[in-house]
């Protein structure tokens, strides 16, 4: 299990915890819906509209509406691994600063893929918005802020959760396989965040200490993920 900080605010260097208090509240994920099948013809049209011709990324996205219809009948296992393959090997790491000019930026999954490139978050968003059309419930994923102690810098991934007090496997775009959290010496984490709110690190699935809360940081995003067509509903 992910081992609980001893004192955020001082031993965990460039993670700027007011900043990622700020984004306790950013998501607010939709409990496990039935999704409608997402329209790759009016997506690419759409991404055409803004970009223009997308050379490579035609390829990538079409890639991306081929695993998710390859993968929809799989058990949940196999989505993990085929979501998590997927876009390590489909996306590049770059920092927000060099892919879109801003220190933080959050990419719909059809911008990442149309520039090829990611920041951990995006990896993360990608990740949660395959899976969740995959048909994996949002109180089975959190979006897991810690800090990477090898880089000794902020990190982002995504974990699951097979059950409340699972020890969670991390997705993770600094390695290629799934492992568990208690194998994930490398990682600290900070918060975690799903529907039901924000959980603090600790023994069977952490402690839940508030309520998440929606703002514009992740209601851009869902307004965005819309623009280009997809049915996200609430995430």
């Given at each position: ?30 409990l496990g819906t039935v999704r409608a099948d997402w329209d790759f013809a009016q997506i690419l049209l759409s991404a055409e509209k803004r970009y223009g011709s997308l ?181």
């Open positions: 299990m992910f081992r609980s900080p001893r004192s955020p605010g001082r031993s965990t260097p460039r993670l700027r915890l007011g900043g990622w208090l700020l984004l306790a509240g950013l998501l607010l994920f939709g050379g490579p990324a035609r390829a990538r996205i079409e890639a991306w509406s081929h695993m998710l219809n390859e993968e929809r009948s799989a058990d949940e296992r196999e989505q993990l691994n085929a979501v998590n393959r997927f876009f390590n090997q489909q996306l590049n790491f770059q920092d927000d600063t060099r892919i879109w000019r801003q220190t933080d930026y959050w990419a719909t999954p059809v911008e990442a893929l149309v520039r090829g490139a990611a920041d951990c978050e995006d990896y993360a968003l990608a990740k949660y918005f395959s899976l969740r059309q995959l048909g994996i419930p949002s109180e089975k994923l959190r979006i897991t802020y810690v800090k990477a102690l090898a880089q000794n810098q902020a990190h982002m991934v995504l974990t699951f959760y097979s059950s409340p007090t699972a020890d969670p496997l991390v997705l993770d775009n600094l390695i290629g396989d799934i492992r568990p959290a208690s194998q994930r010496k490398d990682l600290l984490p900070v918060y975690a965040f799903n529907a039901e709110g924000l959980y603090l690190p600790g023994k069977n699935g952490g402690q839940r200490s508030s309520d998440s809360k929606k703002l514009s940081r992740w209601q851009d995003v869902l307004k965005k993920m819309q623009a280009e067509g997809f049915d996200v509903g609430d995430g």
